[in-house]
């Protein structure tokens, strides 16, 4: 099973592919550390003393690192993914309509997580130009984390039962 998990900052795209991960046996592969040790050696922003603490950072630059990452899938938008689906089983943290449009079909299924219910703000559209329509699924993480798991268990069986109807047909 392959997934491409988005949403806003801070709205619990990790923890969503946590909890994928904990259902599937899926592997995360975290884009953004990718993006950290590249802004690094790159010398985007800094200096970092580690790549952990550029990646702590980034929420202080979002709209730095959306424009890095825009202008290193300029010429092949599944850059990053490639990468992470190489060792991994999902893509966390798609910012850009281009790029999300042009990479769906490296994935079996994309999810939006919204966490709007606990308060948090849409992003800007400097920092973050992709939004809920298109995707697969959407998860309302507004909630508590027992309600966000069930969502998740219930997107795993609808995934892997769509896999099975497929496979019955080819």
Request: with cysteine; net charge negative; charged share 25%.
């Amino acid at each position: 099973m392959k997934l491409n998990i988005n949403g806003y900052a801070q709205h619990g795209k990790d923890t969503v592919a946590d909890l994928f991960c904990e259902e599937a046996n899926l592997v995360k592969v975290s884009a953004s550390h990718i993006y950290a040790r590249l802004i690094m050696e790159l010398k985007v922003l800094g200096p970092y003393d580690s790549i952990e603490e550029c990646y702590q950072d980034r929420v202080n630059h979002r709209k730095v690192w959306f424009d890095f990452i825009r202008r290193e899938t300029k010429y092949c938008p599944s850059y990053f993914v490639d990468m992470c689906l190489a060792e991994g089983d999902m893509y966390v943290g798609h910012r850009s309509r281009w790029e999300f449009e042009q990479t769906k079909e490296h994935f079996d299924a994309t999810i939006w997580v919204d966490a709007s219910g606990r308060g948090l703000p849409q992003e800007p559209e400097d920092s973050c130009n992709l939004a809920v329509y298109g995707h697969d699924y959407v998860i309302d993480n507004g909630m508590s984390l027992a309600v966000t798991r069930n969502q998740v268990k219930m997107i795993t069986r609808l995934i892997n039962n769509r896999k099975v109807a497929e496979n019955a047909y080819t």
